[in-house]
């Protein structure tokens, strides 16, 4: 069964709105949260690496005062896309990593964030 | 940005034919090496990790070329159910914080 789950799994909203994402962990200790983005026929891309207790890590690019991350457990991460507008519009998709097998990452089933 | 190239396709093969993928990147330091399967709309799933002394997991064999850099996938005797999208994916470095760098990905569709 699934390790990861996110919610909400479609979202549609109006410009200039905000919307949380929900990341959990599933039974497990995530010691480390990851969050994607992935637009039509491109590769994943990394937004921002989540630990738990302290502040996001954000690539280069990703605005952190648009995308506002929260790690307050090891269990839950949430993503907020903060005053959306369609370019925004994307799929946003989670994964973590737990405390016994720290090499692999579990995904997320992900996101559709449709701006209008 | 450190990159990880595939040949984006489509594979249009018929079932049971052998498929190979290309992978090249371009970070000499890259830690470990995987192949997802992302399946429309749905989230990449782990298919198998790579080792530089090659692997296999059923029809399926992964080969890593460290010298060249190249990561190749295989598939025998393709079934529809393989019809998906594989991702060719590369760790820059080890522990909890060594993060993914996903390639673009090559499509593959089997037909009956």
């Known amino acids: 069964g699934a390790v990861v789950s996110q919610h909400p799994s479609w979202v549609i909203c109006k410009s200039g709105t905000s919307v949380k994402i929900e990341c959990r962990s599933l039974d497990f200790q995530a010691t480390t949260m990851f969050w994607y983005r992935q637009f039509p026929k491109q590769s994943l891309m990394l937004m921002a690496t989540s630990n738990e207790g302290s502040k996001a890590t954000y690539e280069q690019g990703v605005e952190k005062d648009k995308f506002l991350i929260n790690h307050a457990s090891l269990t839950l991460s949430t993503l907020t896309v903060t005053s959306a507008h369609p370019e925004d519009s994307s799929f946003y998709i989670c994964?973590?990593?737990?405390?016994?097998?720290?090499?692999?990452?579990?995904f997320g089933p992900g996101t559709r964030l449709l701006v209008l | 940005r450190k990159e990880v190239e595939q040949d984006p396709g489509p594979f249009n093969v018929p079932e049971g034919a052998t498929v190979a993928f290309n992978c090249t990147y371009s970070?000499?330091?890259?830690?470990?090496f995987f192949w997802y399967r992302q399946d429309c709309r749905k989230e990449p799933k782990l298919l198998m990790s790579?080792?530089?002394s090659g692997n296999e997991d059923g029809r399926f064999t992964a080969q890593l070329n460290r010298a060249s850099q190249y990561i190749s996938l295989l598939i025998r005797d393709s079934k529809l159910s393989d019809s998906a999208t594989y991702l060719c994916v590369v760790k820059e470095y080890g522990g909890s914080q060594g993060n993914l760098i996903f390639g673009k990905g090559t499509k593959l569709s089997v037909k009956p």
């Open positions: 994964s973590a990593v737990f405390l016994a097998v720290q090499e692999t990452q579990y």
């Open positions: 790579v080792y530089s």
């Open positions: 970070n000499s330091a890259s830690q470990s």
